[in-house]
């Protein structure tokens, strides 16, 4: 099993430094390595018009430019076969080129030796951590490349700004670097940089190794994030039968944060909306100094944190009621949301003349602030993890029709988004719009567990006019 723990460092004031120039030269090895990874992917581009054959954005021969076409190892590996011999050997030549792809990630690792002759100041940087730069270069262009499992792909890998570019790594720390300095203070041992004192609030489980760590500057300074690890502990996903007692619905919205079918209205907290007079006063001022003055970045770190304040309050509060919605249950189902798709612009309207119409998108900017200030992506993705802690289950429900259906007899009744109250001619149920979705997404999520053909609402009632229609004489 792996787990990141996180830990507020506290370095001294030239430790402090030290790891501000090292991050620094690590985003400038990133863009000068990914602009070497980008300029021959788009000299390796031919139009799709045009043969790739005899077609080319530069001559062949520029391409391989300064390319080795073979790297010589200098020393035997690691790793060992079943006789004990290393798998490669001193002297051992490597193709740097294979059916005309560059094996980037090698002939960027190989020349950092280059790199650190033409700069020095790179000789102070751990040579892991400079190692991990490439790796991460490496990283972003499979993601551009490749596509994923649903046949994706990510979009072009950008050049990292000062302000965008704020972590790095050491692949290889262990639990033997956190140690206690002269004066009895806990700190962890970085590699060329020394004791950094750190807030160890949180003890590492027993059994659990550190296998890397991360330095991470934030508005409020800088941190460490330790991958931990433990074999022996098994990742499970547990299997709960789901009943009417052991299970509750949960309707997301924006008028109630969450509706649970055993009849709980919980209120939205509004984080970002009630910081927001605060943050436009604190903008207004920025806009006004000089640009890069010292209370323009006064001004700057002052936002950055209040920023930071949301977030953490956000994150913080999302957490505390995911545990509270487990608290009496066992599965929570919950709907299937496309939160891109939420906040998605609305699409052009073009008059005959060629002008632009009112399309609405006026009015759903300010939907789309509040949909972001909800943050319901991030809280499904810690109710997934804490049912995942908890032993507990989550299931999601397709969110068509959750709405305009009576939770009871399944007919369609049709309300727009202001109509807040639902109210069934057929069964005769009256009650809040938002609690019949929730009553409903419980109904349709412990249907599709126990009956395969129901997966959603338009199944369920498809099923239930056949059932009904057999029942006739």
Request: with cysteine.
């Amino acid at each position: 099993m792996l787990l990141k723990y996180k830990y507020k460092l506290k370095p001294h004031k030239s430790q402090g430094v030290i790891i501000a120039n090292w991050l620094e030269l690590a985003r400038k090895q990133y863009n000068y390595r990914l602009a070497q990874r980008l300029n021959w992917f788009e000299s390796t581009r031919t139009p799709v018009n045009a043969c790739p054959l005899n077609v080319s954005v530069v001559p062949v021969d520029r391409i391989y430019q300064n390319i080795p076409e073979f790297r010589v190892q200098t020393r035997d590996g690691r790793k060992k076969d079943s006789d004990g011999n290393p798998v490669t050997k001193k002297d051992d030549k490597h193709p740097n080129i294979i059916n005309g792809y560059v094996v980037w990630e090698t002939v960027q690792l190989a020349d950092l030796v280059q790199t650190k002759k033409l700069f020095p100041e790179y000789k102070s940087m751990h040579s892991q951590v400079l190692q991990d730069v490439v790796q991460r270069v490496q990283t972003t262009m499979d993601n551009f490349t490749k596509p994923d499992k649903n046949g994706k792909t990510s979009g072009r890998p950008k050049f990292k700004g000062k302000h965008y570019y704020n972590s790095f790594s050491y692949p290889q720390l262990s639990n033997s670097h956190i140690v206690k300095n002269a004066n009895g203070r806990i700190c962890i041992n970085l590699p060329k940089i020394g004791l950094v004192p750190f807030v160890y609030n949180r003890l590492i489980p027993a059994g659990f190794k550190v296998k890397t760590g991360t330095v991470i500057r934030e508005a409020d300074g800088w941190y460490i994030s330790f991958t931990i690890e433990d074999k022996t502990v098994p990742v499970e996903v547990v299997e709960i039968q789901p009943t009417e007692d052991n299970s509750k619905g949960i309707d997301l919205g924006l008028l109630h944060y969450a509706v649970t079918s055993d009849g709980e209205f919980i209120e939205v907290p509004k984080f970002f909306r009630f910081s927001e007079h605060r943050l436009s006063k604190l903008q207004v001022r920025l806009a006004k100094k000089p640009k890069h003055s010292h209370p323009w970045k006064i001004l700057k770190r002052k936002i950055a944190k209040l920023h930071q304040l949301i977030a953490r309050q956000r994150l913080d509060w999302q957490f505390k009621l995911a545990y509270h919605l487990f608290s009496d249950c066992q599965v929570v189902f919950l709907e299937d949301l496309q939160i891109a798709s939420l906040v998605r612009r609305c699409k052009a309207k073009l008059g005959d003349n060629g002008q632009f119409l009112p399309n609405g998108q006026s009015a759903k900017s300010g939907l789309n602030k509040s949909l972001q200030d909800a943050a319901f992506g991030q809280f499904i993705q810690i109710l997934e993890y804490v049912a995942w802690k908890l032993g507990k289950r989550i299931i999601k429900v397709d969110p068509k029709g959750t709405s305009q259906h009576c939770w009871e007899c399944l007919s369609k009744v049709p309300k727009s988004l202001s109509e807040r109250w639902h109210s069934c001619p057929k069964c005769g149920q009256e009650l809040d719009r938002d609690y019949n979705s929730a009553l409903i997404i419980q109904k349709i999520g412990l249907l599709s567990t126990q009956e395969e053909d129901i997966t959603s609402v338009k199944t369920a009632v498809k099923v239930s006019l056949a059932e009904e229609s057999r029942a006739l004489p």
